[in-house]
């Protein structure tokens, strides 16, 4: 892993990445070549046309990143790789249409953009093929040994999940007999001198998941392979940067005090996350007058009730707003008065409500809220007094959440499915305390340019 703007990304995604920008430079500016030859003017060098070719290339990798094709699981499967790559080709022509009418000094004629878009597609895909097929991915991943083989080395142990990890576990060492979690772990007295056996195995990081330290923990031979060069890390740390979470199962305070982190609080961050939510919320309120006014025509005229649906949340540092949404259930849905959780095919939902829960645009008139300051763009999903109350008792860390403005968007929604029930809440916490501790605009930027992805291949959406 490599952390950019304090957030983890699989150095053999930003290898792709990288190589792909690069793949796209020289696909706008064989494009160019193409056209020139064929109206009969000599060809443009690589030195010409840069603005262009860099709008072409900032342009198309956002729609790319937008859809979801960094993600391994995506790069590890050609068939999904090809279908996103499609839609991302269709998008991304539309949004070059849409910008060069909005900025025409940007001299690209239409035919370069198709041609550009029908070899970027030929190309990335037999990129995406050979990045599958031939690259060596074991020298990519990173090789690991485990101390430990109890609870916390199975939690570690189910982190790698290979559709999505970059990481082989060489092997774990028990380092106690009551650590039984691990079928087929090595007992670490076996080995007579570990820093000959880490330098043998090629080991590049050594996790430490011992259940019980004191008397356990070899520090002498840890401190010798550190010297060497083999990156040593905790349970609770590893597991952040391969899923993009905070462990609750591993909580320790002191872990939490002394990493880094948690500096959401500055004053220049603060202003210009307030300045792109003003902003953004008044293009995108512009922009999304005719849905507004199709759903309340639809949602009028398909249920009783009012359009706009009023609900109570918990916002920053606890406080109580309400929250503003399209109407997507039956009018008094809770009768009794007692506040449910959605479920899964809830016949509470109306038929233009699921169709509108689905394509996520319910939740277009929260606009307003971030307008008015309650909630931003990106941040954790706002609860319900009444669930959040329940919830504190039961979760340690639940209050935290509400350090932050609550969001539209956020890194629970795009990494977890929705969630109705206490273990999901835990979950979807896990994922907000790492977007808390890991603050920065650049993570809020991919969170908002991956939502799109969300809307596109919704996952657990009720």
């Known amino acids: 892993m490599i952390r950019i703007f304090k957030h983890y990304i699989p150095k053999s995604i930003l290898f792709l990445a990288m190589t792909e920008c690069i793949i796209l430079y020289l696909v706008i500016w064989l494009a160019l070549v193409i056209r020139f030859i064929q109206i009969g003017e000599p060809a443009p060098g690589l030195d010409k046309y840069i603005l262009e070719k860099i709008f072409f290339v900032v342009i198309v990798y956002l729609v790319l990143l937008a859809t979801g094709l960094y993600r391994l699981e995506t790069c590890?499967?050609?068939?999904?790789?090809?279908?996103r790559l499609s839609v991302s080709m269709v998008f991304s022509f539309f949004a070059i249409s849409v910008a060069l009418y909005m900025?025409?000094?940007i001299e690209i004629w239409r035919s370069v953009s198709a041609y550009a878009i029908v070899l970027t597609y030929l190309f990335l895909i037999s990129g995406r093929f050979f990045f599958l097929h031939f690259v060596d991915h074991e020298s990519i991943e990173t090789r690991v040994i485990v101390l430990g083989a109890g609870k916390r080395a199975k939690r570690v142990l189910e982190c790698n999940d290979k559709s999505t990890s970059n990481v082989k576990f060489i092997t774990f060492l028990k380092m106690g007999e009551t650590e039984t979690d691990i079928e087929g772990a090595t007992n670490f007295e076996d080995i007579e001198d570990f820093e000959k056996y880490v330098a043998d195995e090629a080991?590049?990081?050594i996790v430490v998941a011992i259940e019980e330290r004191r008397g356990t923990l070899p520090l002498n031979d840890l401190l010798a392979c550190k010297i060497n060069g083999t990156y040593i890390s905790e349970a609770a740390g590893f597991i952040e940067r391969q899923m993009?979470?905070?462990?609750?199962?591993?909580f320790n305070p002191s872990w939490m005090i002394f990493s880094d982190g948690f500096d959401n609080t500055k004053k220049l961050d603060l202003f210009i996350k307030r300045f792109f939510d003003i902003i953004a919320s008044a293009v995108l309120l512009i922009i999304s007058i005719p849905i507004l006014l199709v759903t309340t025509i639809a949602v009028k005229l398909t249920s009783k009730g009012p359009v706009f649906y009023r609900q109570e949340r918990t916002g920053l540092m606890g406080q109580s707003f309400d929250v503003l949404k399209f109407r997507s259930m039956t009018q008094n849905a809770e009768a009794d008065g007692v506040p449910q959780w959605a479920q899964q095919n809830d016949a509470r939902v109306t038929l233009v409500g699921k169709f509108i829960r689905k394509t996520r645009i319910d939740e277009i008139p929260q606009i307003f809220n971030v307008l008015r300051g309650d909630m931003s763009f990106v941040g954790p999903r706002p609860e319900r007094p009444y669930f959040v109350e329940q919830l504190m008792e039961k979760i340690p860390m639940f209050d935290k959440r509400h350090t932050v403005k609550p969001g539209i968007t956020g890194w629970a929604q795009l990494n977890y499915p929705y969630g109705a029930s206490e273990e999901d809440s835990r979950r979807k916490l896990e994922y907000d305390l790492y977007?808390?501790?890991?603050?920065?605009?650049f993570l809020d930027l991919l969170i908002l340019v991956q939502t799109i992805r969300v809307v596109l291949w919704p996952d657990g959406v009720r």
Request: hydrophobic share 45%; aromatic share 10%; net charge neutral.
């Open 103 to 105: 900025f025409p000094e």
């Open 76 to 83: 590890r499967d050609i068939k999904i790789s090809a279908v």
């Open 244 to 250: 993009g979470v905070l462990n609750l199962a591993m």
């Open 203 to 205: 080991c590049q990081e």
């Open 435 to 441: 977007y808390i501790k890991n603050y920065s605009i």
